[in-house]
């Protein structure tokens, strides 16, 4: 498919970099000569220096051929801009970053009258993903699937827990809880288990049930299920003021540090209800005088990596108890954080290149017999969870599980059917208007029957 980026920082570099591994033709668009080179140098991609508005570099860039134009430069109102050029001279689908809580009322409607097949707000999706994270600390990272009705909750096996030396063959007896294990982090080795597998502490685990049946689950392996009470957020920026709505709206209580003076003000008109210190959030004294030992959660919104880092590490050692999300852009520091135990790790830029990844797919397969309705990167980035909606399928439908010929490390995890939530066996079928998830550690999955062998 030919794609056309506008907009190469951060997320457009991994949106680039997402694409590019699904294989397809890509030409990226930015007013930076750098940028330009260092991503041309990187990927192998068409790049263009200019603005992604002008008729011209777009025509350059392929427009008239081009099947989806996504721009995610700094500016909103330039990235509007380039996708209703994009549509009048190519005819293509169109992708645009809106961040501005401006425009957050009005997206449907500027996404209506500018024929957007999509809109992204990677600072929203991050403080949606850290808002669910904080009402159920216990678990490291959360993904919804059938619009909130399936989760899959991922978390660490303590020490000493009943989960210890579990065969996974008798959970079901020795939980009696409606989870299924999906996928399995141990010593760096992803897994996707049968039922002879045995559970180790320390082990990170992947389940995949219903809301109410999860946290069941958590409360039969004696493990704490209840929401934070309050929160500390370190930097007031764009994900900072979404995240602190939603836990506002919810009940949770919210300080938020912010050094800068214009910002602080601006946070203390919009958020009243939340409590908003103007300060250096990296200033330790001043972290302990606003009550971080008694704190339930701290977020780390910084725009360093290592800032986010070190002070998470520093919470820690002075509330071991506490929930710990911390936001990170490089995923290159993902395996030293990890062997940190820090907690939660959020990447907004990762979650904007998933939507996109799903749409894409979405669209190379609108005439085949399901469409992805959901995509995540699961593990560590080693797996994906895929929920496909089923059509007329004669290959997949009506068989059961046990007589389907799946490639290898594919685990079909669950079946929503109407109002029932399924979690599948060997005799479990498949049947038309299911939507069912995938997990596997396979890539570029755009239909169900990808998943045959």
């Known amino acids: 498919m030919r794609i056309i980026v506008a907009g190469c920082g951060k997320v457009g570099e991994t949106i680039v970099k997402n694409l590019v591994k699904e294989g397809h033709d890509i030409a990226v668009i930015d007013t930076n000569p750098n940028v330009i080179s260092s991503i041309t140098d990187t990927y192998d991609v068409m790049g263009l220096v200019g603005n992604g508005a002008s008729y011209s570099t777009l025509k350059e860039a392929g427009i008239e051929d081009a099947q989806l134009m996504i721009a995610v430069t700094n500016s909103d109102e330039l990235n509007l801009l380039c996708c209703l050029f994009a549509k009048k001279a ?13 425009y957050n009322s009005e997206i449907g409607y500027i996404r209506d009258e500018l024929g957007l097949s999509m809109t992204i707000n990677p600072e929203r999706a991050a403080a949606n993903e850290i808002s669910r994270i904080l009402r159920f600390p216990s678990a490291i990272k959360i993904d919804t699937f059938s619009r909130g009705r399936v989760e899959m909750l991922q ?42 597998f045995v559970l180790k502490s320390g082990d990170t685990v992947s389940i995949i049930a219903a809301p109410s049946h999860a946290k069941n689950f958590f409360q039969k392996i004696g493990v704490e299920t209840h929401r934070v009470r309050d929160t500390m957020i370190i930097g007031g920026g764009t994900i900072a003021y979404y995240l602190a709505k939603q836990l506002l709206a919810s009940g949770i209580k919210v ?6 003076m214009a910002r602080s003000e601006y946070l203390s008109e919009e958020l009243p209800k939340a409590t908003v210190i103007c300060g250096d959030g990296t200033d330790q004294e001043l972290l302990l005088s606003e009550g971080l030992e008694n704190c ?12 986010n880092i070190f002070l998470s590490l520093f919470a820690k050692q002075h509330n071991s108890a506490m929930k710990i999300v911390t936001k990170t852009n490089r995923l290159s520091v993902d395996n030293i954080i990890d062997r940190l135990h ?13 939507m996109i990844t799903r749409y894409v797919r979405a669209m190379q397969n609108a005439s085949g017999s399901s469409n992805v309705e959901s995509l995540y990167n699961i593990v560590e980035n080693k797996a994906e969870a895929l929920e496909f909606r089923i059509h007329e399928e004669p290959k997949i439908t009506g068989i059961p599980l046990a007589d389907l010929s799946t490639k290898d490390n594919v685990l079909i995890a669950c079946i929503i059917r109407g109002n029932d939530i399924i979690l599948p066996n060997g005799q479990t079928t498949i049947e038309d208007g299911d939507s069912v998830i995938i997990v596997t550690t396979h890539r570029g999955f755009g239909d169900i029957k990808d998943i045959l062998a």
Request: glycine fraction near 8%; charge should be negative.
């Open 90 to 102: 190519g005819d293509c689908s169109t992708i645009a970053r809106v961040r501005n809580p401006l």
């Open 155 to 196: 978390f660490e096996i303590p020490d000493g827990s009943i989960l210890d030396n579990l065969q996974l063959s008798d959970l079901s007896s020795k939980v009696k809880a409606e989870v299924l294990v999906c996928a399995v982090i141990r010593g760096g080795d992803v897994v996707i288990p049968n039922g002879s």
């Open 255 to 260: 300080k938020i540090i912010e050094r800068d």
């Open 296 to 307: 339930d959660s701290l977020v780390t919104l910084t725009g360093i990596d290592e800032e």
């Open 342 to 354: 820090l907690g939660s790790l959020i990447h907004p830029k990762n979650l904007t290149a998933e």
